[in-house]
Each structure stands twice: as structure tokens, then as C-alpha cells.
């Protein structure tokens, strides 16, 4: 069960990620990524979180940006 602390943990992984892809992408191999990426995923919000946290945080999340 994903707790909200994985959550968050999950969160801020990513954007740990996604920092060392913007700015040493050649560090990563695809198989680091892949594992990193499946790692990250399995406690990372799905759309119906994200649509909570918007409702309850309203300032925070544009929910117009959301993808059809």
C-alpha cells in the first residue's frame, strides 16, 4: 500500500531525476533509468491523487494543463 510519505518521497525522487537527465544526461544508463523510473512509479500519484490534491489545493494545480 502507498502511503502519502511515498508519495512525496516519490515526487521529489523524480524531480531528483529529472535534474540529473537536464544536466548530466550522459551519468544515466538506459537500464538506470529504467529501473529508477519503475522505482518511482510504483508509489507515484496516479491521475485521480493528482485531481485530489488539485481540489484541496486549488492554488497549486492548475488543472486546466491536465491532458485529455
Not at 14 to 41: C, G, M, N, S, V
Amino acid at each position: 500500500m502507498t502511503t502519502p510519505e511515498d508519495r512525496i518521497r516519490a515526487l521529489m525522487s523524480a524531480r531528483q531525476l529529472l535534474e540529473k537527465l537536464a544536466f548530466d544526461p550522459h551519468r544515466l544508463t538506459h537500464e538506470h533509468l529504467q529501473i529508477q523510473a519503475l522505482r518511482l512509479l510504483r508509489h507515484f500519484p496516479t491521475d485521480v491523487d493528482i485531481s485530489q490534491m488539485a481540489q484541496c489545493l486549488p492554488a497549486m494545480f492548475d488543472m486546466s494543463a491536465r491532458r485529455s
